[in-house]
T-cell receptor, first 112, second 115 residues
Framework: GNSVTQMEGPVTLSEEAFLTINCTYT??????LFWYVQYPGEGLQLLLK?????DKGSNKGFEATYRKETTSFHLEKGSVQVSDSAVYFC???????????FGTGTSLTVIP | ETGVTQSPTHLIKTRGQQVTLRCSSQ?????VSWYQQALGQGPQFIFQ???????GRGNFPPRFSGLQFPNYSSELNVNALELDDSALYLC??????????????FGPGTRLTVL
């Protein structure tokens, strides 16, 4: 079956530090992979996505590459800001688009 | 453009009761999915509705049921409430027919507490 395993948190970093949040998945077929973010007091929103192997999604300085060989979709940012403090969710959509799987979420706090 | 809205914001019920949660999808969005998010956990997919029919379902018992209306709004009904049903219930809509690559737009959620 399909599932997503996400790095446990919470994560605390200093401003301008490098960020990696690990995400691995198991899936049948050809899923799409997503990172959603939830800022304090707000709803879930899409951060980036990749729809096939070797695709790189990017947005707001964040990047993640769809690695089929390692079944991974790790989130990275070269220099985090205080405003990046949020909860990050890795997610998978089945190839038919009618089944969805989310990781447990990783809370990130960036301190000045 | 109005985003996804959900009502009510909060709800308290007792064990054994029934509850109906409502969702208005973003304008023009014809696919709606519902999720249950327990405290400290990620969203768990309940089901998806497209063209007023259930189009996919997660690992939830039949007492979780739904409806989608011609205007694409949706309801989640839960019968025989259990304590473990206490959670944040999220609705998400997408602007196209179901597809793996579709971004979902989430509402703010309904916080259900079962006593």
């Amino acid at each position: 079956g399909n599932s997503v395993t996400q790095m446990e948190g919470p994560v605390t970093l200093s401003e301008e530090a490098f960020l990696t949040i690990n995400c691995t998945y198991t899936a049948t077929g050809y899923p799409s992979l997503f990172w959603y973010v939830q800022y304090p007091g707000e709803g879930l929103q899409l951060l980036l996505k990749a729809t096939k192997a070797d695709d790189k999604g990017s947005n707001k300085g964040f990047e993640a590459t769809y690695r089929k060989e390692t079944t991974s979709f790790h989130l990275e940012k070269g220099s985090v800001q205080v405003s990046d403090s949020a909860v990050y969710f890795c997610a998978l959509s089945s190839n038919t688009g009618n089944q969805f799987y989310f990781g447990t979420g990783t809370s990130l706090t960036v301190i000045p | 453009e109005t985003g996804v809205t959900q009502s009510p914001t909060h709800l308290i019920k007792t064990r054994g009761q029934q509850v109906t949660l409502r969702c208005s999808s973003q304008s023009g969005h014809n696919t709606v999915s519902w999720y249950q998010q327990a405290l400290g956990q990620g969203p768990q997919f309940i089901f998806q509705y497209y063209r007023e029919e259930e189009n996919g379902r997660g690992n939830f018992p039949p007492r979780f049921s739904g409806l989608q209306f011609p205007n694409y709004s949706s309801e989640l009904n839960v019968n025989a409430l259990e304590l473990d049903d206490s959670a944040l219930y999220l609705c998400a809509s997408t602007p196209r027919a179901p597809g793996s690559y579709n971004e979902q737009f989430f509402g703010p959620g309904t916080r259900l507490t079962v006593l």
